[in-house]
């Protein structure tokens, strides 16, 4: 079992932990959506060691969004277990669950084999989304607007030429690119006839 079972999620998602270190990155704490530019000091299968020169409002409880810099850039959301000073900087230790990691290499290569898009809404405004990733729980979505937390949404899906709605709140937004946006989105508490949309769309995917 050894190094690799320890490492099984990171390779599935084309990450080398040690190929990490001294990266640049960026925290987005969920609460607040404060940003902090921030460097990797430590990267392992399930816990993450940031370093930044920032007196932040961060402690421990608080959920990170963080985006790792790197081939290809790494995406998590880490959970902060301590946060104190070290040498001249702050070090932030977080852990988080190695299965829901995800880079855009692979990324990218669900969105090929997916095929997975749709529109969301909020309010009177209506894009056009991609989905990133998926489950009977919440999604990641990309598109070319960001939108505040807790705002509440309405996806509909298009998967095998036909169409599913379901309704959730935005837990955070992350910018990617100029006009490219991330955004996380928890499903409401689900009705029977969204929990059967939800399964076929996994499913299908």
Known sequence: MGVRHQYFHMEMEGITPDAYRNARARAQRLEGNLIVPCWVEELSDGSLSLLTEQNVQ?????RLFVTIEGEPTVMLIADVSSVKPYRKWLRMQTTFKPETVRSTKAVAQRLLTMDLKGTLQHLDTVLEIEVADLSTTGAAIICEQSFNQGALVELE??????RRTVRGRVRYSQKLGSKSYRCGIEFLRATRLEKSTLNWIVDAA
Not at 58 to 62: E, L, M, T, W
Not at 157 to 162: A, E, K, T
């Open 58 to 62: 961060v402690q421990p409880g608080n």
């Open 157 to 162: 899906m298009v998967r095998l030429g036909q």
